[in-house]
């Protein structure tokens, strides 16, 4: 008999990005990450996720870091192993819709600073909405993996997403990841799913998917057998509850199969220690609420990912309303109805609960509503897979004709208001798109930078007057 085929499974690791943005508050800095990254790099990854998502509004508003100069130290450390961002689309880190020449050049300077592999999705995934990103990635030459948002629903039935699947081949994609935010996907669904995708395409599938309701490393298993190549993991430290499965788990998972992945467990066991420090010291501190590491099963009931629903509680608390909470859970499913049934994922997550709480809270249904709502109905996110209530959504808009055009075809140039906006901070190119971003942040931080130097320029000056005195 012939040996089988080896498909050893790639393994994308996440710890740098989204487990720490899902367990700590996106709070690791950069001197936490850089010691053990020459040791990340000899593991065989397919590509550690570092940048983008929450970790760019993070760094600078939290953090006081430059995210431009964290990039560019990981690119630095990490010799052989790809760099892999999450972006947002027209949104790219942010929460509304920009302008093509700010995406295209966010696009450009992310792969000039080292990323390789861009991973873009949309919240409602309107594939408008992708496009600038996807065509600037292709011309930059770096690697296109688009995300489909992953949601439960009467239309997303396994054509609508085999169809995606196929309409992105067609725009230039290099792989698909299936991103499931909330958890919701199921070791069987998965299989399904994967078999679906690969019907309609011949590219790579990349699941990435959150312990949140337990069942993620099973599902990871059924995924790989059902031919998807690709998983995301986090070391064992910042694994499990609303992070990902543990990478040296599925590693040993797939041990001697045909999709092993060949991983070093001695050399997994070394990171493993560098990172159990900092869990410990996220435990200490309060960072790390041990509430998230359990497994919540009610997120297949409301859909909602893991990081909303601790916003969630800590929102009902400010509002003295936290009582309320299962009503509000219990009105999301049903603001999400109304608004085309979208998929919950930033920024629609934080739209359709912020707007359950005020349904609850107001004790009347769309008496008080967000902006944010507002924008939705009026089509300036986009198109979303089901119509919207046409009540709610003459309630929320009135008599306003809502937009069926790609949102950002409405939006002129941003980028030399933005330029001329922070000209008197700027120190690098890149300092316009973190003020394009997030302005008022951006601004703080950027006098801080200022006031930094101001202060090592004297001591400088102060120490050479003491060697050379005048
Ligand atoms: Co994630």
């Known amino acids: 008999m012939a040996e089988m085929q080896k498909k050893p499974v790639k393994i994308v690791e996440t710890v740098l990005r989204d487990a720490h943005q899902s367990l700590l508050a996106t709070r690791?800095?950069?001197?936490?990450?850089?010691?053990?990254?020459?040791?990340?790099?000899?593991?065989?990854?397919h590509a550690v996720e570092c940048w983008g998502g929450a970790t760019f509004?993070?760094?600078?508003?939290f953090l006081k870091e430059d995210p431009w100069e964290r990039l560019r130290k990981l690119r630095d450390g990490f010799k052989n192993t790809k760099l892999?961002?999450?972006?947002?689309?027209?949104?790219?880190?942010?929460?509304?819709?920009?302008?093509?020449?700010?995406?295209?050049?966010?696009?450009?300077?992310?792969?000039?600073?080292?990323?390789?592999?861009?991973?873009i999705f949309d919240c409602l995934n309107d594939l408008r909405n992708l496009k600038t990103a996807v065509d600037a990635t292709n011309k930059e030459g770096g690697h296109v993996q688009v995300a489909l948002s992953y949601t439960l629903g009467d239309a997303y039935t396994l054509d609508y997403w085999k169809n995606i699947a196929r309409e992105l081949e067609e725009m230039g994609c290099h792989s698909i990841c299936i991103k499931d935010m909330a958890g919701l996907l199921t070791p069987y669904k998965a299989d399904e799913l994967v078999k679906a995708l690969k019907e309609g395409t011949k590219l790579p599938i990349d699941l990435h998917t959150h312990y949140t309701s337990g069942v993620a490393s099973m599902t990871y298993l059924k995924a790989v057998e059902a031919g998807c190549e690709i998983i995301d993991c986090a070391m064992s430290p910042l694994a499990l509850g609303t992070s990902q499965p543990a990478t040296e788990v599925m590693a040993e998972t797939f041990r001697g199969t045909i999709y092993d992945p060949g991983f070093d467990q001695n050399l997994l066991a070394e990171i493993a220690d560098y990172f159990t420090p900092i869990r410990e010291q996220a435990l200490k501190s309060g960072l790390l609420d041990p509430k998230v590491m359990g497994v919540n099963i009610k997120t297949l009931q409301y859909q909602v990912p893991g990081g909303m629903l601790s916003n969630l509680v800590s929102q009902l608390k400010e509002a003295n309303a936290s009582d309320k909470y299962r009503q509000v859970l219990e009105e999301i499913p049903r603001v999400r109805k109304d608004f085309g049934e979208p998929p919950l994922v930033t920024p629609s997550s934080q739209i359709v609960v912020t707007q359950a709480v005020l349904n609850v809270l107001a004790g009347e249904r769309y008496k008080m509503v967000t902006k944010e709502s507002k924008k939705i109905m009026m089509g300036e996110f986009g198109q979303t897979v089901k119509?919207?209530?046409?009540?709610?959504?003459?309630?929320?808009?009135?008599?306003?004709?809502?937009?069926?055009?790609?949102?950002?075809?409405?939006?002129?140039?941003?980028?030399?208001?933005?330029?001329?906006?922070?000209?008197?901070?700027?120190?690098?190119?890149?300092?316009?798109?973190?003020?394009?971003?997030?302005?008022?942040?951006?601004?703080e931080f950027f006098e801080l930078r200022e006031a930094k130097q101001t202060k090592v320029d004297q001591k400088q000056a102060d120490k050479e007057n003491k060697v050379y005195p005048v």
């Not at 010691?35 to 990340?40: A, Q, T, V, Y």
């Not at 949104?91 to 819709?97: A, D, F, Q, R, V």
């Not at 937009?403 to 922070?422: G, M, N």
Request: hydrophobic letters at 40%; charged letters at 25%.
């Open 387 to 443: 119509p919207f209530n046409k009540e709610v959504q003459k309630k929320i808009i009135g008599d306003a004709t809502p937009i069926t055009c790609r949102p950002a075809d409405l939006i002129p140039p941003q980028l030399p208001k933005f330029e001329a906006e922070c000209a008197q901070w700027k120190q690098q190119d890149e300092d316009v798109l973190s003020y394009a971003l997030f302005p008022a942040v951006a601004k």
């Open 57 to 61: 509004d993070a760094s600078l508003r």
């Open 28 to 45: 690791m800095s950069t001197d936490q990450m850089l010691p053990i990254i020459e040791k990340m790099d000899k593991v065989g990854y």
């Open 84 to 119: 892999q961002m999450l972006f947002r689309g027209q949104n790219i880190l942010g929460y509304n819709h920009y302008s093509d020449d700010v995406v295209e050049y966010f696009v450009q300077k992310s792969l000039a600073n080292g990323i390789d592999i861009i991973r």
